[in-house]
């Protein structure tokens, strides 16, 4: 991407990974490298809550790259955060509505994060700014701009799956908040079913006209929505899982499976991972192959995620039980069948553990792409790579097709998987994960930052 075409690139997203902060979440890394590549600016929020410097932008400069950041006052943190974005929209855009808490105080203070946020970011645009605003945290962002007289080009990326117009039609206000969109000049979705969806609800609930080319007429605004499934740095997950071999941790991990085999899952503690039922799969294995007793280990690693709102604290709960249950059943002196760590690792390390896993057990109940799946594949010895078990839910899958593909809800579906991954000869694992490797090498995240881009910019 040429910085001569836009000038700078202003990212926006509700947290900001600022400089010599470990990043979490495939969206970190992503606009990271991505701000690194072509200079600009990291607009969102510090991540602290402080009421008597909320709203004040601070500034932080590493190299090409600019950080603008404020606090929030803790209810509009509330409200915004744990409220809004992440008890009315995350499990409606993960397909539950059972868990939706609707509330007017929530979207009061979701709005009014949303307006502060435009308010400081419009002081801070050039004329040729090119703005990237991502997920869900911010929908009426580009419209709030717009009204503040705003002319650039904005895009917005969607990292969560976007459900069918029935679905999003459950939401109270839907077409105040999700016709906001419309003020966009691009939306990135991960996949075709999520672009069908965005077209579909902006066509039969708002009565925008399609055209060819996935361009929509809403009222007096053009926008297009488009495809581009989110990478990863591919090389470098591969190579960081190559030199892992040679760390402490590692050959702890060997040292103490003393010749199982190891599957592993690392995800974010969220129901929409189906962590719950992924167990229960792994139970159904051990219940239907005693021989495979004590030959293998599972290894979840979990680290806690939005740990104040009530729906996280209950998988949390929920997961401690199903994982004391599973080694209370199976469990002998000498062998604990899962090992299920709350705790968050460094990437270099996650690699090693990958490298060293002969199944990835990738099974959420919906996820926009998941960036794990991913990073499991690219971590993998070329000469003796492990098998991934894929969730058919996950953005992922429609570029994985040769990963063994799963509906996470069916625990018999899932246990046939892993005891076919388990036993899979050389020669197929082989030529499915050459086969994954090529989709990775040319879909990495460089290209996929790059087509975004290039099509905002076009
Ligand atoms: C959202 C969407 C979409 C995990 N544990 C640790 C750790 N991680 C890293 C993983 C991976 C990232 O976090 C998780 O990304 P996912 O894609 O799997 O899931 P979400 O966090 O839900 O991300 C998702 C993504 O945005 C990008 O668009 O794919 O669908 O839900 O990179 O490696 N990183 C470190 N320690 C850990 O213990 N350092």
Same mark, same amino acid.
């Given at each position: 991407m040429s910085p001569a075409r836009g000038g700078r690139l202003i990212v926006v997203s509700n947290r900001v990974a600022l400089p010599r902060q470990t990043a979490t979440g495939g969206l970190a890394s992503a606009m990271r490298s991505?701000?690194?590549? %072509?200079?600009?600016?990291?607009?969102?929020?510090?991540?602290?809550?402080?009421?008597? !410097?909320?709203?004040?932008? %601070?500034?932080?400069?590493?190299?090409?790259?600019?950080?603008? /950041?404020?606090?929030?006052?803790?209810?509009?943190?509330?409200?915004?955060?744990?409220g809004y974005a992440n008890r009315t929209l995350w499990p409606l855009l993960h397909y539950r509505p059972d868990l939706v808490d609707y509330n007017r105080g929530h979207l009061d203070g979701y709005l009014r994060v949303n307006r502060l946020f435009a308010e400081r970011l419009a002081e801070l645009i050039e004329?040729?700014?090119?703005?990237?605003?991502? +997920?869900?945290?911010?929908? $009426?962002?580009?419209?709030?701009?717009?009204?503040?007289?705003?002319?650039?080009?904005?895009?917005?990326?969607?990292? !969560?799956?976007?459900?069918?117009?029935?679905? #999003?039609i459950t939401l109270p206000r839907h077409r105040e908040l999700?016709? /906001? =969109?419309?003020?966009?000049? #691009?939306?990135?979705?991960?996949?075709?079913?999520?672009?069908?969806?965005?077209?579909?609800?902006?066509?039969? &609930?708002?009565?925008?006209?399609?055209?060819?080319?996935?361009?929509?007429?809403?009222? +007096?605004?053009?926008?297009?929505?488009?495809?581009?499934?989110?990478?990863?740095? !591919?090389?470098?997950?591969?190579?960081?899982?190559?030199?892992a071999d040679s760390l402490e941790e590692i050959a702890q991990l060997r040292a103490s499976l003393d010749g199982r085999v190891l599957i592993i899952g690392v995800d974010r503690l969220d129901y929409s991972k189906g962590?719950?039922?992924?167990? @229960?799969?792994?139970?159904?294995? =051990? @219940?239907?192959? $005693?021989?495979?007793?004590?030959?293998?280990?599972?290894?979840?690693?979990?680290?806690?995620?939005?740990?104040?709102?009530?729906?996280?604290?209950?998988?949390?709960?929920? =997961? &401690?039980?199903?994982a004391g249950h599973i080694n209370g059943t199976y469990a002998a002196p000498d062998w604990a069948p899962i090992r299920y760590v709350n705790n968050s690792f460094p990437h270099s390390l996650l690699s090693g553990y990958y490298r060293h896993a002969k199944v990835g057990l990738v099974t959420p109940m919906r996820d926009g792409m998941n960036l794990v799946a991913k990073e499991y594949v690219a971590s993998q010895d070329p000469d003796d790579p492990g098998v991934l078990v894929l969730s058919r839910f996950a953005g992922a899958?429609?570029?994985?097709?040769?990963?063994?593909?799963?509906?996470?809800? +069916?625990?018999?579906?899932?246990?046939?998987?892993?005891?076919?991954?388990?036993?899979? $000869?050389?020669?197929?694992?082989?030529? %499915?994960?050459?086969?994954?490797?090529?989709?990775? &090498?040319?879909?990495?995240?460089?290209?996929w930052r790059q087509s975004f881009l290039g099509a905002l910019t076009d």
């Open positions: 991505a701000l690194q590549e %072509r200079g600009g600016l990291w607009f969102g929020w510090s991540g602290k809550i402080a009421n008597q !410097t909320a709203g004040t932008l %601070r500034y932080q400069q590493d190299g090409p790259v600019r950080y603008a /950041t404020m606090d929030l006052s803790r209810s509009d943190h509330d409200h915004f955060y744990d004329p040729d700014d090119v703005i990237w605003i991502n +997920d869900y945290h911010l929908i $009426p962002l580009a419209a709030m701009l717009r009204q503040r007289h705003i002319r650039n080009r904005i895009g917005f990326f969607l990292h !969560t799956p976007l459900p069918a117009d029935g679905l #999003l999700l016709g /906001t =969109l419309a003020s966009y000049d #691009l939306i990135g979705l991960h996949t075709a079913r999520d672009q069908r969806s965005l077209e579909d609800y902006f066509v039969h &609930e708002l009565g925008a006209s399609l055209r060819r080319g996935h361009r929509l007429r809403y009222g +007096d605004r053009r926008f297009r929505a488009g495809v581009f499934p989110i990478g990863i740095d !591919t090389q470098q997950v591969a190579q960081d899982a190559k030199q962590l719950p039922q992924r167990f @229960e799969a792994y139970a159904r294995l =051990l @219940e239907r192959a $005693p021989e495979m007793h004590r030959k293998v280990s599972f290894l979840q690693i979990a680290p806690p995620s939005r740990g104040t709102v009530p729906e996280y604290r209950q998988i949390r709960r929920e =997961l &401690e039980r199903s899958a429609q570029e994985l097709s040769q990963a063994l593909l799963v509906n996470p809800a +069916d625990t018999e579906e899932v246990a046939d998987a892993l005891e076919q991954a388990l036993s899979m $000869p050389l020669a197929e694992r082989r030529r %499915r994960w050459r086969s994954m490797m090529d989709v990775l &090498e040319k879909q990495d995240i460089t290209a």
